[in-house]
């Protein structure tokens, strides 16, 4: 039945803000505190300042609900690991120092006689964010250790904002941990978690909030079998225990089967992400009378203007049964994953014009909700933003820009053979080794090496003119010439140019590449301090000239070693892009991947013996239900084959993924055929191998045995015994020792003992396995 509908009572909401700063505020302070260049309360007060303007953005720009506790001075699930303390034992020396305890929780701790390794670091759903992965033990006891939600909505309260906190939900945080004992389910431990999650409630309801939002996005996946009545049991306690307004946001996918169980909770309000799941529309017709739905129309992981003709849709779609009364229009996400301002971008040389009109980001997409609002409402302005936006979403569809017809020729013209060597891994194999003559346990790094100080103030003179190409070209070769002969002395096996020319490893591709639009401003944050500008595939990829081939070649000209041509991989750079919506995801890499075959075959060409290409993102694409995992494989499978199988059968294939879970995908990740693959496994302490020794991977591997991302300088004891449990796992012969991932963001003053003790570890190894 249709209701009668006042428009005047609708609300916008914001599940989430970025928080590294418009300029990066966050990244520059947390390093500078890391260095000891700056003190806690600046540090703190850095946060204050970027939690303030982002407050005061949304209610200027009219958000009724606005999120707090969605800063992090690292990662959102750190956060309630220590709300919470499900602290690990071993840091149990360092609560007193909560800044110390939290940085070493994420990084890693050596010093003054302190050393104890980082948590695991894993990607958030299938976004190129990186999260803390809780540990828990059969006997976890949880309890309030730090008030973190509550200080930061009393922060807002102070400002005259009220505001809604932001909590991930108990069975989603359970679900993002990992049992560090056998035989127990880490949702047996809810009746324990519950009394602390239910008494951080307390304390924001009496501080004086009114609404909640629960984050499960847990709900969008294959739920464990004990789920459901986990889900029960937990918000009918929650639903007892307080007066406060739960908003439960599901997000990056469709309900499907939990749409029942989610639809049952005793909540005020859910969130339905109609970008990723715009099925569950339908839901409005057996919605919960006693619920507010809120509406994810804005795409929240993307920078494209939205079709706001498309979302007013859905919106009145939805009030015609329930009411703008019961309705928050809403983003599909938090903004976390997109940039801060569009208007930060006021270079026309680097981000033309016609493309900008195409974009929006997060301050942008937040003036769409108020639009959408103003529209309902009749307001004169809104009305005008609608239109102007439906036209320049015509011109994008219209212009040359996007589409070139020779690189549609091109894939249609795609045989069978391209996706294959000519013969299988043992053949190729034993050519390879005839060719190399390496020894056993070779040596190795994934590629980058620290970009320094130095290193960043020429790219950017460069970048703005102050130095000549031929200075900045000289300078380069020089930064080369040095890491070949650091290298050499220290007795790596196979060497790497350190790719000190690379401002990122997708960005620099894409520059080279057609298709691809840049920043200068528009960062996001990938982990911690770690910050990206991925590019943006606005229109149809190729590689107009080779982008590799003269550093990877003036390299191996220093030296007798072979020395790996670096490149991306069609998949990675795709997911580390943002993508065009206008066509297929898997049709786009297709186009990535025969650019990176042109780059493949020219440095095979070129004398190069080994060529990485790196597929990071490999599993992070994955849909969050498996029942549409064998589509997606299937094709991102096929364009790293794509890419891969131009050479000849003695040229060296390497591929690196890092921090994924491969115990569902490993036939996939053997069907890339890549003859050597090189893993993250040292926070995991190679617990990882176990399912490649399981299931008898085929071809070489390097499992990663020191975590660059942690500031800790592995003993050369530690690397020999991770690397004898690998040892105990693979046959040694097909065994390579290497760092977890590249080395740019750690200093060389961490880098070359760390490198030594890796190259002396596996010396240790060859005599032991000789004898």
């Given amino acids: 039945m249709k209701k009668a509908i006042t428009p005047s009572k609708l609300k916008t909401q914001v599940l989430g803000y970025p928080r590294i700063g418009a300029h990066r505020e966050l990244k520059k302070a947390c390093e500078a505190f890391w ?29 009724d609900l606005i999120p707090s506790n969605d800063f992090s001075f690292y990662d959102q699930v750190l956060d309630m690991c220590l709300m919470l303390d499900a602290i690990p034992s071993r840091y149990r020396d360092l609560k007193d120092n909560k800044s110390a305890l939290y940085f070493a929780m994420a990084r890693g701790m050596q010093k003054d006689g302190e050393d104890v390794i980082a948590m695991e670091m894993t990607k958030w759903w299938d976004t190129n964010y990186h999260y803390i992965v809780p540990e828990f033990t059969k006997q976890q006891q949880f309890k309030l250790f730090d008030d973190k939600a509550v200080r930061e909505f009393k922060e807002a309260k102070s400002l005259g904002i009220q505001t809604v906190p932001v909590l991930i939900g108990p069975i989603t945080f359970l679900l993002l941990g990992k049992e560090k004992e056998s035989h127990f389910n880490r949702l047996e431990l809810l009746n324990q978690l519950l009394p602390t999650y239910i008494q951080l409630l307390e304390q924001l309801e009496k501080a004086g909030s009114e609404w909640v939002q629960i984050e499960e996005p847990a709900l969008v996946t294959d739920l464990p079998e004990d789920a459901a009545e986990a889900y029960r049991l937990a918000f009918e306690k929650i639903h007892e225990a307080t007066h406060l307004k739960i908003i439960l946001n599901t997000y990056f996918g469709d309900l499907k089967d939990n749409a029942d169980l989610a639809l049952s909770l005793p909540v005020a309000a859910i969130h339905l992400d109609l970008v990723r799941g715009p099925k569950q529309i339908q839901l409005i017709s057996h919605f919960p009378e006693d619920k507010i739905l809120s509406l994810g129309v804005i795409d929240g992981r993307n920078i494209w203007k939205d079709d706001l003709e498309q979302a007013l849709s859905l919106i009145r779609e939805a009030a015609s049964r329930l009411g703008y009364d019961r309705i928050f229009i809403s983003p599909s996400c938090s903004f976390l994953h997109i940039p801060y301002d569009l208007q930060l971008e006021q270079n026309e040389n680097v981000l ?30 809104a009305i005008k933003h609608v239109v102007s936006q439906t036209r320049d979403l015509k011109e994008r569809a219209q212009s040359q820009k996007v589409h070139d017809k020779k690189i549609g020729e091109r894939l249609k013209k795609i045989t069978a053979d391209a996706y294959h060597r000519k013969n299988a891994y043992p053949v190729r194999r034993k050519l390879q080794h005839e060719r190399l003559n390496l020894p056993l346990f070779p040596t190795t790094t994934i590629g980058s090496f620290p970009q320094t100080k130095e290193v960043r103030t020429w790219r950017s003179k460069f970048r703005k003119g102050e130095v000549s190409i031929e200075d900045y070209r000289k300078f380069l070769k020089e930064e080369i010439a040095r890491c070949i002969s650091w290298e050499e002395e220290t007795g790596l096996d196979v060497l790497v140019h350190g790719e000190f020319e690379r401002n990122d490893m997708v960005e620099y591709f894409g520059e080279q590449l057609s298709g691809f639009a840049f920043t200068q401003n528009a960062w996001v944050q990938s982990y911690g301090s770690r910050c990206v500008k991925p590019p943006i595939i606005y229109g149809d990829v190729f590689r107009p000239q080779p982008m590799t081939v003269d550093w990877i070649t003036y390299a191996q000209s220093l030296t007798s070693k072979p020395v790996k041509g670096m490149l991306t991989g069609p998949v990675t750079i795709l997911e580390w892009s943002f993508v065009r919506n206008d066509q297929p ?27 990485q290409i790196d597929e990071p993102a490999i599993r992070e694409g994955l849909p969050l239900r498996k029942e549409e995992w064998p589509d997606h494989l299937k094709w991102a499978v096929d364009c790293f084959r794509l890419a891969s199988s131009g050479v000849r059968d003695e040229t060296q294939i390497h591929t690196h993924i890092c921090y994924s879970e491969f115990n569902d995908i490993i036939a996939d990740i053997a069907r890339m055929d890549a003859d050597v693959i090189t893993i993250e496994c040292s926070r995991s302490q190679m617990d990882l191998l176990d399912v490649f020794h399981h299931f008898r991977y085929p071809n070489e591997i390097g499992p990663g045995i020191y975590d660059i991302h942690s500031i800790r300088i592995p003993s050369v004891q530690e690397i020999v015994n991770l690397l004898k449990k690998a040892a105990a796992l693979i046959n040694p012969e097909y065994l390579w020792v290497n760092p977890d991932c590249g080395l740019k963001t750690r200093g060389w003053e961490e880098t070359k003992p760390s490198i030594h003790n890796l190259v002396e570890a596996a010396k240790i190894l060859r005599n032991d396995y000789k004898k």
């Fill in 352 to 381: 033309h014009p016609e493309i900008k009109r195409w974009l929006a980001f997060t301050l942008q997409k937040t003036e769409e909700l108020t639009t959408l609002k103003g529209y309902i409402n009749n307001d004169t302005e």
């Fill in 585 to 611: 995801r898997s049709e786009t890499c297709k186009q990535i991947a025969l650019a990176i075959r042109d780059e493949v075959q020219d440095l095979e060409k070129a004398g190069i013996k080994i060529i």
């Fill in 35 to 63: 260095k000891g260049k700056i003190s806690e309360e600046e540090l703190l007060d850095a946060g204050r300042q970027i939690r303030k303007a982002n407050w005061l953005t949304q209610k200027d720009k009219g958000i």
